[in-house]
């Protein structure tokens, strides 16, 4: 039995992209709004399809579609992360509200927060990811940029 895989389709539609980037928008602002002195959010939805055939024949159509959140928050040097699944309002202030929970509760870590946006890749677009798009935004809770989100779309 092999396992062929069929290529995903992405986020092509422009829509979507907006109401990606308006999830992690309002999730940074929230985690703002909670005290929080950084931040760091990733969003995602996949889709994907696998055949499996045994002697020429298919045996199985697999269909995948995924999404999901997560967040990491810093109080200072400390810092806590959630994530989910449900991208509905009510769970992404508890996805938020989770995170912050986790942090305010966890020792202080020299190491921790979020590295000098100096210091950090470029985003590019590799011939292996041919067809995603890969946006970065930085959100600002002090003077510095202190918050970032990647979205891959």
């Not at 928008?25 to 996949?46: C, F, P, Q, R």
């Amino acid at each position: 039995m092999s396992n062929v895989p069929v290529a995903s389709p992405t986020v092509a539609d422009q829509a979507a992209r907006e109401r990606l980037a308006s999830i992690v928008e309002s999730v940074l602002a929230e985690a703002k709004k909670s005290g929080a002195s950084a931040a760091e959010a990733g969003v995602n939805i996949s889709q994907g399809l696998t055949l499996s055939v045994r002697l020429g024949e298919v045996e199985t159509v697999e269909h995948t579609r995924d999404k999901g959140l997560g967040l990491t928050v810093y109080f200072g040097q400390r810092s806590g992360s959630a994530s989910t699944t449900d991208l509905s309002p009510n769970a992404l202030r508890d996805t938020v509200r989770a995170a912050c929970t986790i942090a305010k509760y966890t020792a202080q870590d020299d190491c921790s927060g979020l590295a000098d946006p100096s210091l950090l890749a470029k985003a590019r677009v590799y011939p292996l990811t041919k067809g995603w798009k890969c946006t970065a935004t930085a959100t600002d809770f002090s003077a510095k940029p202190r918050a970032r989100a990647i979205v891959f779309l």
